[in-house]
């Protein structure tokens, strides 16, 4: 479980997949979020569901997803929690997706399992985590023949999990997106302060004078 401190609340910003999700923690314990799948659209429904929140989501401290997953949905989500965190003079942590669903996975049920969510043009994000939440190897976008092949843990989740087990003949799925109300699932050894979007792959969209953004693959 998280091991932060008790009494702290925290407003968790999760958008970096097809699913928009946010929460309000103090300590472990939920006190109210939201969740949706939408693909698209995160810009417009992140705000309102932040403001659904109690006390409109004023926290102590806010952790956003930093990816890997959608380009647009990671800064959408990066720059509302670093927008807050300024209005509110509140420290700012971030989290890898693959963590938080390799937790949420974990909390249903023991053993290694690897993480399998759609990357971008028909690839897939991999990555394997052992049975403590800490990952094995980094995030990977391969194609879903070498996904397949690459992965060796018998349970795979993400969105992606049914797809890869029928693919590779064998194993257990579990499919699922991150959910900012399960933040609590995650041990506060997966959080950083170095709050960076971590895209898993090289993005499409470059930034002005043609840059491309770092693909961090943590």
Same mark, same amino acid.
């Given at each position: 479980?998280?091991d932060g401190?008790?009494?702290?609340?925290?407003?968790?910003?999760?958008?970096?997949?097809?699913?928009?999700?946010?929460?309000?923690?103090?300590?472990?314990?939920l006190?109210?979020?939201?969740?949706?799948v939408?693909?698209?659209?995160?810009?417009?429904?992140?705000?309102?569901?932040?403001?659904?929140?109690?006390?409109?989501?004023?926290?102590?401290?806010? =952790?956003?997803?930093?990816?890997?997953?959608s380009f647009?949905?990671?800064?959408?989500?990066?720059?509302?929690?670093?927008a807050?965190s300024?209005?509110?003079a509140?420290?700012?942590?971030?989290?890898?997706?693959?963590?938080?669903v390799?937790?949420?996975?974990?909390?249903?049920?023991?053993?290694?399992?690897?993480?399998?969510?759609?990357?971008?043009?028909?690839?897939?994000?991999?990555?394997?985590?052992?049975?403590?939440?800490?990952?094995?190897?980094?995030?990977?976008?391969?194609?879903?023949?070498?996904?397949?092949?690459?992965?060796?843990?018998?349970?795979?989740?993400?969105?992606?999990?049914?797809?890869?087990?029928?693919?590779?003949?064998?194993?257990?799925?579990?499919?699922?997106?991150?959910? =900012?109300?399960?933040?609590?699932?995650?041990? =506060?050894?997966?959080?950083?302060?170095?709050?960076?979007?971590?895209?898993?792959?090289?993005?499409?969209?470059?930034?002005?004078?043609?840059?491309?953004?770092?693909a961090?693959?943590?």
């Amino acid at each position: 479980m998280n091991d932060g401190p008790v009494h702290v609340h925290t407003l968790v910003i999760d958008c970096a997949t097809e699913a928009c999700s946010t929460a309000l923690f103090d300590g472990d314990t939920l006190i109210a979020g939201d969740y949706a799948v939408l693909g698209r659209g995160h810009a417009e429904r992140l705000i309102p569901m932040v403001g659904q929140l109690p006390g409109r989501g004023r926290a102590d401290r806010i =952790a956003v997803a930093l990816g890997p997953g959608s380009f647009t949905g990671i800064r959408v989500g990066l720059a509302a929690a670093r927008a807050l965190s300024v209005a509110w003079a509140v420290p700012l942590v971030g989290y890898h997706t693959h963590a938080l669903v390799a937790a949420q996975a974990l909390n249903d049920a023991g053993g290694p399992v690897a993480v399998c969510n759609t990357g971008g043009h028909g690839e897939w994000f991999v990555q394997s985590f052992g049975d403590d939440g800490a990952p094995l190897d980094a995030v990977r976008s391969l194609r879903p023949d070498d996904a397949a092949a690459a992965i060796a843990c018998e349970r795979v989740a993400g969105n992606q999990a049914e797809a890869l087990v029928a693919r590779r003949g064998s194993g257990t799925a579990m499919p699922m997106l991150p959910d =900012a109300r399960r933040f609590c699932l995650l041990h =506060a050894g997966r959080l950083t302060g170095d709050v960076r979007p971590a895209y898993g792959r090289v993005p499409d969209a470059k930034l002005p004078g043609g840059i491309e953004p770092p693909a961090l693959s943590r």
